[in-house]
Every structure is written in structure tokens, then in C-alpha cells.
RNA sequence: GCUGCUGUAGCUCAGUGGUAGAGCGCGUCAUUGGUAAUGACGAGGCCGAGAGUUCAAUUCUCUCCAGCAGCACCA
């Protein structure tokens, strides 16, 4: 007689199972309704497929549509193989390499046959009606273990270059697993999976669009088709998502950008900002909040050359890592008697600074300082330009020209944990105001680096240290670690916001960096008389103004609030008779020192209505006879459906507090 | 930088081997109105740049440039 197996249930619960039995087995032991609504099983913590037998006691939680983060991980998986086993069916040829689930669904990376070009956007119909079918046949997916050498040979047998390369690469001494999707198609996979691909709602996935990716992520390797689908559990779920999917599209920054003339973009300056008056005026805005922080936080504020010589570069160690990525001047007067500018190719080389930190050195060396003199925190709204490679351009996200909130902080080893401390507090006070919530992650040493372990393991130390007398280091902030994700000098602590709909955007740093002062023979004289390295702290809070505009025009749908409005209020008249009464109120808006714009023209209300709202302009003050007469004004708030009538006194009053910053604001906090 | 797609009026986009069209916007005129589009008329284009095929190229082919979606990169 063979020992039962007690598998242990989340209600405390324990059921006895003869040997080889499943979690499945378990499931319909429980009830006909679990067994039918069961995707897949946690066994002592890993989740494995129904029909793979306990080996031995265990505790087992079952995963249902329930379960919505586990349930969707194996759905989108399975849709990437019924993907894969898609493009084999209708592409014989095809070699099949790798497919993982995504955030919002799944992908497989395929190589067409020879015999036809790449697949594009046209195949993804064909392919989509496919793997609909193969849903529909509702066809087993059954785990075998095979060994590497039979997975090798079954590769190559079938050409499938990419996937035998890859099982080579494979322990030999591991279970290595094989789905079979119903008993003529099979791919290598860890798992787990759903029972059969009839548990795959076949109005859940759309295909969404083909790009290239390169094998194994090497742009040396050669170049795949990714083919890129969306999946869910349900269609409401996919049609969520779609929907979503649209309203990030509305509130893309190029589109309204360009509605809200806040700037261009053009061939002949491409990755770099025109900014027109209005964007201008929400940079400003953002300029004097920064400089008031800035100041309130003891950084003084610098502005040091735009272009400096290559030697500068090479002995700070940007030169050799990222020369490829700078825009490089020659210091000669070009011959322009000829029909085009001569450059003789004999002369130094300058470049356009990447990058503010080593003529923060400069400044930092100029005199002798002193211990006393610590922390130096010197800031600069730092223009900098990058040769970006053109695909990474993207509108204001990602380009050539940019300006840094950068400062640095040199201090003594004692002061570093201190100082960053301070920073925390600061950039929380700052990602507050706008409603950003935000994560922190500590990025280490990454294998490409200069200086010593010993430097490195104490500048981490000191991050995270802290990060946790900032009272930060917990979940309730994101905190987590990741490993390798360093500058090449300094580990880095990063800022991740999250948006208004959900996207994050990394954004703030700190750095604790023991090698540039070591490279450019940064000193201070302590206390003992004798000369000693400062430790600089790079940081910045928006990152760069292009990029983080970008990031509050989505954040907000364009949207801003009051202070940072371009254009506050508009004074729209109904009938011209009231345009006199209209200009005075305008003038006392703006002797009040709200941006204020009039629309005396020859339209109806709602026409002007309509036009400021798509604007975004957030207060609308309507003048007609009546409030010409009363000394009123007719005030309708953006998002708000009713107006209030109000006298121009209280309107002025309510249209000061809605644009007060909210670092001066009284009730902001 | 790599792969794919795209480039026509200020914007969004139709269209064609015989050098162009819509809607919105813009201008003029009429209309003076009460909270998301008043009407009529009008102006506006080297069809991304260069080369090739052709009697003829915005249209077909090639090269380049830029944009878009990914990938790679991001001090």
C-alpha cells in the first residue's frame, strides 16, 4: 500500500492524494465548478500546470480567471505560442525563436523563410483569423521532458537555427520542458501553461503591429520580426485596454504641443525644441519654481561655458566612453574664401558639452577650499547637447538639445548620507506639487566602470543609508535595487513618477561619485591641514526641462494647472458693447498679475467657448451687457459645466489663488 | 545606428503616368449673439530633396533627408 500525499489547501484545509495524482485531480476532487474554472496551480510557491503530478506533499493554491495577475501571465503566454504555431501553420519555413508575455500582452520574434519578404502589417489579419482557429480546436498543451540532445536534434532536423543554438546554450543536467500543443506542433518552454488553448478567449488578443528586434537582444545578431499582440482574459478587458490605448494617443505631447502652439519641431534642427511663446512661458514658470527651491535649498547658481576643449573631456573620461555621442568642434577660424567653409583638420578639437559636471569641477577648484566651506552646492540650469542616435529621437522625450535642473553637491565622506537625505525630502516637496507619486530604485555598480570596489561598495552604502534615514527605503516608496544599472563613476539612486494614467517616467537622480574628483584633482584642506577628495553628488529633479514639460503636458492632458498655464484666463466678449468694459478688465487681471488674453472678435459665445476650452484655457470670464453693467464677469472654469457670476473684485481674487505656485501658495502646504 | 512604414495646403488626410482635391484653420463681407462650431465668398501647393526610366513623373525605380513604430543606445 503507497503513502497518500497530503497536499495542504489556503483554507487550512488538507487533502489526501494517491501518487501521481495532480492538482487537477484536486480541483474536481473539490467540485466540477473549480476543475472547469482552474488555469493552472501554485505548487509550494511556483506556479505549475494542472496536470503535472505533486511529487511529493505540497501545498497548493489553484489559479483562476480570479487570480487576474497570474491568470494573464498565462494567457499572454499561451497567445504568444498559438501565435507562433500560427505563423508556422500559414508560413511553412518560418523558424520560430522566443516569445514572452509583455505588460499589456505578448510577442514572438519570428524569421520569415527565405522564400518571402519580412512580415508586415498586411500578414497580421491571416495570422490573427489562425490562431483563432487554433483556440477554437481547443488543443491540449501537454509539458514532456525531454533531454538537451533530443531537443537539439529535433531542432535542426526542422532548420530551426535559431532554437538549436539556443538549446545548445541549455544545461545538460536540468529537466528540460517541451509543450506539445494538441499532438503536431511543440515548443521549447520552462512554463507553465494553461490546461488546453481553448482556455484562451479567442476576442481577447488583437495583433498589434510588427517591428524588428535583434536576436538575442545584440544589434550584431541578426534582425528578427517581433510580431506584437495585446492580451487579456476577457473582450471587455481588450477593449479597456484599446481605450486606453486611444486616450494616451489624445494626450500625446507632439499632438497637443502643436494644438496649443506650445512648439515645433523641424527637419533642419531635428532633436532640437522651438519653443514658441507659450511653451516658453509654462519653461519659465517651471525656471523661477526651480530657482526659488533651488535657493531655499542652500544651492547657489552658476553658468559655465557651452563649449570647453576635447582635453577637458578625455581627462574627465567622457571622451573615450562617449565621444561617438558628442558634438565635436575644430578651434580654427574655417577659410571662407572658397566656395564652402575649409577646415584644415589641424586644429584642436573642442565639443559642445554633454554634460555640466566637469566645469562644476572647474569652479569647485578655483581657490582653495576649505573643510569649513562644506557642503558647496553649486546649481546650473545647464544647456547640453548630445548626438543622440536619430532612431532614439522622440519629441521632447529624447532629444540633442536640453537643459538640465543639474547641480553638484561636494562634500566630506560624513556629509554624503546627509546631503542625500536632503535631496529626498526635497525632490518628494517637488514631485508633490505636480501629483506625481513616485518609486525609488538604487542603480549599482555595472561591470563597466572605473574606480575601486572599495569606493563603490561604500558610495551604495551610503544611498542606501540614506534613502532609509529619509524614512523611504519600503514598499510604500517602490524601493528596490537594480543591479548593474550604474553610471560608469557613480551608482545612482533614480525617481520613477507615475502619471495621471498610469506610465512611469524616470526622472530625478542622485549619484555619489568618488571618481570624477579623483580624475580632475578636486581638493579640499581638512582639518587636519592636509588635502582631501570631496565626494560629488550629481543630481537633478526634473531631469531636463524639454522632457519633463513633455511629461506634465501628458501628465495633465494639456491640462495644466493655473500656475503653470500659459494663457490663465481669457476675457470673452458677447456683444461688442461690452469690448470697452472687456479691455478694462483684462488690464486689471494682468496689473493683478494674471496672464490674461481678450477675444473681442466678431463670434458667438459659443463659438469663443468651444475654441479657449479646446485651448485648455482654464478660466473663461464672459462679459456681456449685463455684466458691463453690474461690474461682473461670467466666470466658467475648464472641466467645470456651470459658470458663477462674480463681482471683477472677487474674480480677480479667486484667479490669484488658483495661480499661485504651490510653493508660495498658503494652503498647499 | 538597425528593421519596417510614412512624407501632398498651416493642421488632418483623399487622389492621379498628362503638374492636384476635401474638412478644419486663415482672409473678406454679412450677422451683435448669453456658455463647446452663424452663413456666403475668397486666398493658399516646386505633391520632402536629388538622380534615373519615360514623349511626359507628385505618381514607377534608386539614393539621401526627416518623421512614425519597435529594437539597440541613453554619461
Redesign the pocket.
Known amino acids: 500500500m503507497t503513502e497518500l500525499l497530503k497536499i495542504s489547501l489556503p483554507d487550512g484545509s488538507v487533502r489526501e492524494m494517491p501518487p501521481g495524482s495532480t492538482p487537477g485531480d484536486v480541483a474536481a476532487a473539490i467540485g466540477p465548478g473549480l476543475a472547469k474554472a482552474a488555469l493552472a496551480a501554485r505548487v509550494d510557491g511556483e506556479v505549475r500546470d494542472l496536470d503535472r503530478p505533486f511529487e511529493c506533499d505540497s501545498e497548493l493554491a489553484l489559479i483562476t480567471a480570479k487570480d487576474e495577475d497570474e491568470a494573464l501571465e498565462l494567457a499572454r503566454h499561451d497567445f504568444a505560442h498559438v501565435l507562433a504555431e500560427a505563423v508556422q501553420a500559414l508560413y511553412p519555413g518560418t523558424q520560430i525563436t522566443f516569445g514572452p508575455a509583455t505588460d499589456d500582452g505578448f510577442y514572438y520574434d519570428v524569421m520569415a523563410p527565405p522564400s518571402r519578404e ?1 512580415f ?2 498586411d500578414d497580421l489579419p491571416a495570422i490573427e483569423e489562425k490562431m483563432r482557429e487554433i483556440i477554437k480546436a481547443d488543443k491540449l498543451l501537454k509539458r514532456e521532458v525531454w533531454t538537451r540532445q533530443q531537443l537539439i536534434e529535433k531542432w535542426e532536423s526542422e532548420g530551426e537555427s535559431f532554437k538549436a543554438e539556443w538549446a545548445k546554450e541549455l544545461p545538460e543536467d536540468e529537466e528540460l520542458t517541451v509543450y506539445w500543443s494538441g499532438d503536431d506542433w511543440l515548443d521549447m518552454c520552462r512554463g507553465p501553461h494553461l490546461p488546453s488553448t481553448g482556455r484562451l478567449d479567442p476576442q481577447a488578443f488583437k495583433l498589434m ?6 536576436w538575442r ?3 550584431k545578431n541578426a ?1 528578427l ?2 510580431i ?1 499582440g495585446t492580451g487579456w482574459l476577457n473582450k471587455k478587458q481588450l477593449n479597456a485596454h484599446l481605450h486606453r490605448l486611444g486616450e494616451a494617443a489624445k494626450r500625446d505631447h ?1 499632438k497637443l504641443g ?1 494644438e496649443m502652439d506650445l512648439f515645433h ?1 523641424q ?1 533642419e534642427a ?2 532640437s525644441v522651438f519653443w514658441h511663446p507659450k511653451g516658453y512661458r509654462i519653461w519659465r514658470e517651471l525656471e523661477a519654481y526651480m530657482r526659488r527651491r533651488m535657493d531655499g535649498g542652500g544651492y547657489r547658481e552658476i553658468k559655465t561655458p557651452q563649449v570647453m576643449d576635447a582635453r577637458q573631456w578625455e581627462q574627465s573620461g ?1 571622451w573615450g ?2 565621444r561617438e ?2 558634438f565635436v568642434i575644430p578651434d580654427e577660424v574655417p577659410n571662407t574664401e572658397d566656395e564652402g567653409p575649409v577646415i584644415s583638420g589641424e586644429a584642436d578639437w573642442m565639443a559642445l558639452k ?2 555640466n ?1 566637469p566645469a562644476h569641477v572647474l569652479v569647485f577648484k578655483q581657490g582653495i577650499t576649505s573643510y569649513r566651506d562644506l557642503p558647496i552646492r553649486l546649481g546650473e540650469m545647464g544647456c547640453c547637447h ?10 521632447l522625450m ?1 532629444v540633442r538639445q536640453f537643459t538640465q535642473d543639474d547641480a553638484h553637491i561636494f562634500c566630506t565622506e560624513e556629509q554624503v548620507v546627509e546631503e542625500v537625505e536632503k535631496f529626498c525630502e526635497l525632490a518628494d516637496s517637488v514631485y508633490k506639487h505636480f501629483g506625481f507619486t513616485y518609486e525609488i530604485k538604487l542603480a549599482t555598480r555595472p561591470e563597466q566602470r572605473f574606480g575601486s570596489d572599495a569606493d563603490w561598495d561604500k558610495a551604495e552604502q551610503e544611498l542606501r543609508d540614506a534613502v532609509a534615514a529619509a524614512g523611504m527605503a519600503n514598499d510604500e516608496y517602490g524601493w528596490e535595487e537594480l543591479p548593474g544599472e550604474g ?2 563613476y557613480a551608482p545612482k539612486l533614480e525617481w520613477h513618477l507615475t502619471d495621471a494614467i498610469g506610465r512611469t517616467w524616470q526622472v530625478g537622480t542622485i ?1 555619489s561619485d568618488r571618481v570624477l574628483p579623483e580624475r580632475l584633482d578636486a581638493t579640499y584642506v581638512g582639518e587636519d591641514g592636509g588635502r582631501h577628495r570631496p565626494v560629488m553628488l ?1 543630481r537633478a529633479i526634473f531631469g531636463s526641462y524639454e522632457r519633463f514639460i513633455g511629461i506634465l503636458i501628458e501628465h495633465f492632458a494639456g491640462r495644466l494647472p493655473v500656475w503653470l498655464a500659459p494663457v490663465q484666463a481669457v476675457v470673452a466678449t ?4 461690452a469690448d470697452v468694459y472687456a479691455k478694462d478688465v483684462a488690464r486689471r487681471l494682468k496689473t493683478a498679475g494674471i496672464r490674461v488674453e481678450s477675444d473681442l472678435r ?6 469663443k ?2 475654441e479657449h ?2 485651448a485648455k484655457v482654464p478660466h ?1 470670464l ?6 458691463a453693467e453690474e461690474g461682473t464677469v ?1 466666470m ?1 472654469t ?1 472641466g467645470e ?1 456651470e ?1 458663477r ?1 462674480l463681482p471683477l473684485d472677487e474674480a480677480i481674487a479667486v484667479l490669484t489663488e488658483a495661480g499661485t505656485p504651490p510653493d508660495i501658495s498658503t494652503d498647499a502646504g
Open positions: 519580412p508586415g502589417m503591429r510588427v517591428a524588428g528586434a535583434y537582444g545584440d544589434q534582425q520580426t517581433r506584437y507632439r502643436r519641431l527637419e531635428h532633436g567622457h566612453k562617449y555621442n558628442m554633454p554634460m559636471c548630445r548626438n543622440e542616435p536619430h532612431g532614439a529621437l522622440h519629441g529624447r553610471a560608469f549619484q550629481h458677447i456683444v461688442s458693447d466678431n463670434e458667438k459665445i459659443n463659438y467657448v468651444r476650452s479646446l473663461l464672459v462679459v456681456g451687457k449685463r455684466e461670467a466658467r475648464l459645466k459658470q457670476v
